[in-house]
Nanobody, 124 residues
Framework: QLQLVESGGGLVQPGGSLRLSCTASGDTLDLYAIAWFRQAPGKEREGVAT????????NYAASVKGRFTISRDNAKNIAYLQMNRLEPEDTAVYFC?????????????????WGQGTGVTVSS
């Protein structure tokens, strides 16, 4: 059974950067498409970025395009979300998710494995 653990969250000033990691265990990550979602207080969960099994396809929400980069290292069983030029609106709990069907869609319903989340706060 695939398990996902996020790390790398924290407090950062506006304009700063963070890199989130999603470490997988229990299965090989290259069997899954991976996505990052986020949920801010009082808001619905939002798809942020997704990457296909081999990493050849990526997709981003309009709100983060050009600032965030999703990547993966299948040999290490880790996926990443590099977040640059962070804004207060990026404050949320960030979750990684895995889809065995490999759809790489930014839709939460297709993902059947989820991590516990890591908090990101962007504030001065």
């Amino acid at each position: 059974q695939l398990q996902l653990v996020e790390s790398g969250g924290g407090l950062v000033q506006p304009g700063g950067s963070l890199r989130l990691s999603c470490t997988a265990s229990g299965d090989t990550l290259d069997l899954y498409a991976i996505a990052w979602f986020r949920q801010a207080p009082g808001k619905e969960r939002e798809g942020v970025a997704t990457i296909s099994r081999a990493g050849s396809f990526t997709n981003y929400a309009a709100s983060v395009k050009g600032r965030f980069t999703i990547s993966r290292d299948n040999a290490k069983n880790i996926a990443y979300l590099q977040m640059n030029r962070l804004e207060p609106e990026d404050t949320a709990v960030y979750f990684c998710a895995a889809d065995f069907e490999g759809s790489a869609l930014l839709r939460a319903s297709v993902y059947d494995h989820w991590g516990q989340g890591t908090g990101v706060t962007v504030s001065s």
